[in-house]
């Protein structure tokens, strides 16, 4: 059987080589017509170079929406079912930042694996650092 996501689980995953005890928080799931649970994420414990950031290294990433199949690809273990959710402080800026485009139908999702998003956003902040 599948996982089913609910907002508040905590998962660990299978992280990249630089990356610590990485894990995502279910943060809230949605259902779309077309890609099925939408799955937004906020994922802890990860490594990404960021100039931006005090220390140079991003530790954590409040948001990032994923299908279920990426998720379902990346996690292990769950941890805990009474975790973070989409409206708790620290992580509803984020959260409302992509759902209302995404509502209006101008922001989409990752269907790439968790480890490819955390890449692809390590290779944008040196891009621009």
């Known amino acids: 059987m599948a996982i089913q996501?609910?907002?508040g689980?905590?998962?660990r995953v299978l992280a990249r080589p630089q990356d610590g005890d990485a894990h995502v928080a279910v943060l809230d799931v949605i259902n779309d017509g077309e890609l099925g649970q939408i799955c937004s994420i906020a994922v802890t414990g990860i490594n990404i170079r960021n100039a931006f950031v005090e220390g140079g290294v991003q530790t954590q990433l409040p948001h990032a929406p994923v299908t279920a199949?990426?998720?379902?690809a990346a996690v292990t273990e769950l941890v805990e079912s009474d975790g973070p959710t989409a409206e708790m402080p620290g992580f509803s800026e984020a959260y409302h930042q992509w759902r209302e485009p995404y509502d209006a139908g101008e922001a989409g999702v990752f269907t790439i694996s968790l480890n490819e998003i955390l890449d692809v956003i390590e290779q944008a902040a040196a891009a621009h650092g």
């Open 5 to 7: 996501f609910e907002p």
């Open 69 to 72: 199949e990426v998720l379902r």
């Open 9 to 11: 689980q905590v998962w």
